[in-house]
């Protein structure tokens, strides 16, 4: 994996807002299916630099290479017509409109009516979006209900459908599993596997450790605007991962706490020691 | 490469179709139809007269001015706006046509006379559309503060626009057209299609059979033309999609500006041919003749299922509320009932639509 | 959703047809029946008869309502009333059309444009009813020889004359000097431009001794007479206003409003079209001055003879226009019988 080209390379990436540094010399690649999970605490840092990578914000400093290729963004709608599909927390679909229509929104699908109009062809459509959710496994029996109707994990399939059908080069997920129940998860993190092996890589911001070590094969510690440190799955744990999200004194504290609870000294505001034991 | 999914509970099914209320189902969506069907029989049984082709026929030509306004109504509320200012667009074409018409002279043949007041009509409609539209959909303002702010400003233009007097058309001709049928039946067996046949000899006007009033032919052109836009094309499917989400589409690349300030307009070109169908049957044009009928063509909308909130309701479902508030509106003079009913009843129908919509959410 | 559209579209097409089905084989039947050609009984003493007021609710016509029912009364005729919400052709038309379909045999009407309802009416006139005008006309009211002459009469004041009555006792009651401002309605309505048009032959009769200051109109709304008075009141044109004419009850009602609001009751002097009891409680205490009471009542119980008269071919005693009279209400006559029966009823 690591001699093949990286889909996506981001050197050095800067970002500020006024007075506050919000990514801070960041750099990270991504390779042909490879699922890359993004964590890092509130604040860290990790949705401002996926929003540069989609092209929602521009950045301040360093560069991004698609392919090799420098790019530059100004809206995300660039980024998607280069194959960088962004899912967000809030899916963006049209919950009054069925799957269909989600799949094609804004790229629909026409053809001539009494050789003069264009109107929409929903069969082409229709059908395109039944192969497409047949291709990644997801069952939704009435495509033509409007997508409030089904569930969340069924929406977030919608939306990764969507991404894949219009072959999505990057995939980037923010918080795919967030407001889902158990079985919708395993099933969401299952077309993650599913589009892993057939090469799109993904980017995936979660605060769902189990999640993360579920699915990914690298994992991204972000803290405080920086790359906190960088790991392979199958190499580290969750106690080193948070460590590296949370930082060397905090982990220091909570580790004491854990193992020499004895030795710990809390102090009250009213200056009376008391010891825990 | 499919990853077998069998320790994996089938989160795959939406939630299992409650069958049992399927009935209840086909009910709720089709109560409107169920309630006019209803109301015609009974106003048929209980009031003399009221079942006739000369009635239907006028309660369709009488409703086309609220339909067509309602019709580009339904575009906007389905986007998720709304547009206050269709009542007094509908008088300031009314007027421009009226005083376009009446300036032709007599000798301009009498449908090139009926286009100029018609293309006259539809551009000044162009103005407010394009305000309203640009404000709403630039500056973000809301619409019904902006079409409220245009309901004032075409108010005061229709009125300066006619000097203050409704404006007169002498000529002959326009009112006939606007009065006209398409076919009238004597009854010697002769016919003719869209004016009287000459020589009415011995035959009174009330034994002539007319068949499809003007109005309601424009109205039925117009309203096939509208279902056509909202449901076959890009621009219907997208009026769908920015009302559902306007964030959702905006992502998607769906121009939204363009497509508001494109619905605003259309919306006031639609209040524009209604001024002109006024015109043309009243031969007549005044600032204020569209405000009576400004909140009966938003409730017609909202009795044929359109939600305020954006996303939902259909042309089909418009012209039912249009036809339930026309019905009950003519039949009640039929029962002899004090009119001033129609205002509880018309009230009560649009409560009742509002609650079948939330009653349909939850059963869904 | 529109798919789902769909299934509601097949669904309810399926429906519509139906629907439209069944109601045109029921509305065929029964015009086949006889049900939409046939002329409006004649033949029976059973009149029907239809009195469309200008505006529900409004005590002219209420007034009006009750001169005609009383004569219907007596006459054997039944009649029915209706009106539209606001006196706006618009509003009116579909009301007229549902007559003509509920095929009344005469239509006694205050058109609420002269212009617009020429239409709708002329429908009913070929549908065989008798259409009387009373209070405002169509056309130029002349039907005898004007571009109407359709309906069988035009029962109502003579407008103009009532205009210059008005104009005449409001520019004795300032002195025969000073300015007049007139409050009107709504262009179009044949009634008040014509008042106004009287005030102002009055007013120009005074060669220049009095003036008109100005007009406006309030779309009959009290509140937005009164706006508009007080406006004039309080800018420089305010001094120069000795007198204001309400063309009908609300505009004198709001100007009475803003003159008292102004704090010049008594100094200027208002003239009120119309008199329901309001207007004499105004003039009871002094914020108006003059009442020019119409006679609404013997508009509607003379539509109604003439209504019978046509029915029973007695067209010969049927006049063309019938002018019917003023009654003038100042302080010194308020409380004479004949002032009293005058007075508008409101229900």
């Not at chain 1, 999970?37 to 360093?62: E, F, R, W």
């Not at chain 2, 219907?236 to 998607?252: D, F």
Request: aromatic fraction near 6%; include cysteine; glycine fraction near 10%.
């Amino acid at each position: 994996m690591a001699d093949v080209q990286p889909i996506l390379q981001v050197k050095d990436l800067y970002k500020r807002f006024g007075g506050l540094i919000a990514v801070d010399h960041v750099s990270l690649e991504i390779h042909p299916g490879e699922v890359i999970g993004l964590l890092g605490d509130n604040g860290a840092g990790k949705s401002t630099l996926i929003k540069m990578i989609s092209g929602a914000y521009k950045p301040d400093g360093g560069q991004i290479l698609l392919d090799g290729e420098a790019v530059s963004f100004s809206t995300p709608l660039e980024a998607r017509r280069r194959g960088i599909e962004t899912i967000y927390q809030d899916l963006a679909l049209c919950e009054n409109l069925d799957a269909s229509a989600n799949i094609f929104l804004g790229r629909e699908r026409m053809r001539h009516q009494l050789g003069i109009f264009r109107v929409l062809n929903r069969s082409y459509m229709l059908r395109e979006s039944r192969q497409v959710l047949d291709q990644l496994d997801i069952r939704i029996p009435e495509l033509r209900n409007p997508i409030r109707q089904l569930s969340g994990g069924q929406r977030q399939a919608v939306s990764i459908a969507r991404a894949v059908y219009w072959k999505a080069h990057l995939m980037i997920m923010d918080e795919p599993t967030a407001a889902l129940g158990v079985p919708e998860q395993l099933k969401v993190l299952e077309l993650i596997r599913t589009l892993r092996n057939q090469g799109v890589p993904v980017l995936l911001i979660s605060h769902n450790m189990q999640d993360v070590f579920a699915v990914a094969d690298r994992v991204i510690v972000m803290r405080r605007g920086s790359k906190a440190g960088e790991r392979r799955i199958s190499e580290t744990n969750e106690n080193e991962v948070v460590g590296l999200m949370v930082g060397a004194e905090y982990t220091r504290v909570v580790k004491q706490l854990h193992d020499a609870p004895e030795e710990m000294h809390i102090t009250t505001h009213d200056e009376s020691e008391k010891e825990i034991g | 490469m499919k990853v077998p999914d069998v320790a994996i509970p089938d989160a795959n099914q939406s939630q299992p179709r409650k069958t049992a209320l399927r009935p209840l189902d086909i009910v709720s969506r089709g109560w409107s139809w169920l309630f006019l069907l209803l109301l015609i029989i009974f106003f048929s049984i209980t009031g003399q007269g009221f079942l006739n082709i000369y009635n239907f026929q006028t309660i369709g030509a009488d409703m086309a001015l609220v339909l067509i306004m309602a019709l580009g109504q339904t575009f906007v509320i389905i986007s998720g706006g709304i547009d206050l200012s269709t009542g007094f667009v509908m008088g300031m074409a009314s007027v421009t046509a009226a005083l376009v018409m009446s300036h032709m002279g007599g000798s301009v043949p009498l449908f090139v006379v009926v286009l100029a007041g018609v293309a006259a009509a539809l551009g000044i409609g162009l103005i407010p559309g394009l305000v309203n539209g640009v404000i709403i959909a630039r500056l973000r303002v809301p619409p019904f503060i902006v079409t409220l702010g245009m309901y004032g400003i075409a108010r005061g233009a229709g009125f300066i626009l006619s000097g203050g007097q409704p404006v007169s058309i002498q000529t002959n001709g326009i009112g006939q057209i606007g009065n006209a049928y398409l076919l009238y039946l004597l009854p010697d067996g002769r016919f003719s299609f869209f004016h009287l046949p000459s020589n009415l000899q011995g035959i009174r006007p009330s034994q002539i059979v007319q068949l499809l009033p003007f109005p309601l032919i424009l109205l039925v052109v117009v309203t096939l033309i509208c279902a056509w836009l909202l449901w076959q094309t890009r621009f219907g499917r997208h009026t769908y999609a920015v009302g559902g989400s306007e964030e959702a589409s905006r992502r998607a690349g769906i121009p939204v500006v363009r497509h508001t300030i494109l619905i605003y307009v259309f919306s006031a070109l639609m209040a524009s041919l209604a001024g002109v169908l006024y015109t043309m049957r009243f031969s007549n044009g005044a600032a204020d003749v569209g405000d009576p009928l400004l909140l009966t063509s938003i409730a017609a909308v909202i009795i044929g299922g359109a939600s305020l909130l954006g996303g939902e309701g259909t042309i089909l479902g418009t012209v039912i509320g249009a036809l339930i508030i026309a019905i009950i509106q003519n039949g009640l003079i039929f029962l002899g009932i004090n009119p001033f009913w129609q205002f509880i009843a018309v009230g009560a129908v649009i409560i009742l639509a509002v609650l079948v919509d939330q009653a349909k959410k939850k059963l869904v | 959703m529109e798919d789902t559209e769909l299934g509601k579209k097949s669904l309810n097409r399926r429906e519509f047809l139906a629907g439209t089905a069944a109601v045109l084989a029921g509305g065929s039947f029964l015009a086949a029946c006889g049900g939409s050609t046939s002329t409006p009984s004649s033949n029976s003493t059973n009149y029907t008869f239809v009195l469309i007021q200008g505006v529900k609710g409004d005590p002219f016509y209420v007034t009006m309502q009750k001169g005609a029912q009383q004569m219907a009364d007596k006459l054997g005729v039944k009649l029915l009333v209706d009106g539209p919400a606001q006196f706006s052709a618009t509003l009116q038309a579909p009301i007229v059309d549902a007559y003509i379909a509920k095929k009344v045999d005469v239509m006694i009407i205050a058109a609420c444009d002269k212009q617009a309802m020429i239409a709708p009416l002329q429908r009913a006139n070929d549908a065989g009813i008798k259409v009387i005008s009373v209070d405002t006309f169509i056309g130029n009211g002349d039907y005898a020889s004007g571009p109407v002459t359709f309906p069988l009469s035009y029962i109502g004041s003579d407008n103009v004359q009532g205009g210059k009555i008005a104009g005449e006792a409001l520019i004795k009651a300032i002195g025969n000097k000073g300015g007049i401002y007139i409050e009107n309605v709504t262009p179009g309505i044949s009634t008040t431009d014509q008042r106004q048009q009287g005030c102002v032959e009055a007013i120009q009769a005074t060669n220049g001794a009095v003036m008109l200051v100005g007009s406006n109109y309030d779309n009959d709304s009290a509140a937005t007479a009164s706006q508009q008075v007080s406006a004039l009141l309080s800018s420089s044109k305010g001094a120069q206003v000795n007198g204001i004419f309400g063309t009908n009850l609300f505009s004198a009602e709001g100007a009475a409003q803003a003159v008292k609001n102004a704090n010049k009751q008594g100094q200027i002097k208002i003239a009120n079209f119309d008199a329901p009891q309001e207007a004499i409680n105004d003039l009871n205490n002094g914020a108006v001055d003059l009442v020019i009471a119409q006679k609404p009542a013997d508009m509607g119980s003379t539509a109604v003879q003439y209504g019978v008269y046509a029915l029973t071919g007695k067209t010969s005693s049927i006049q063309k226009r019938v002018p019917t009279g003023y009654v003038v209400i100042d302080k010194t006559n308020v409380n004479d019988p004949a002032s009293q029966a005058a007075i508008y009823k409101s229900s």
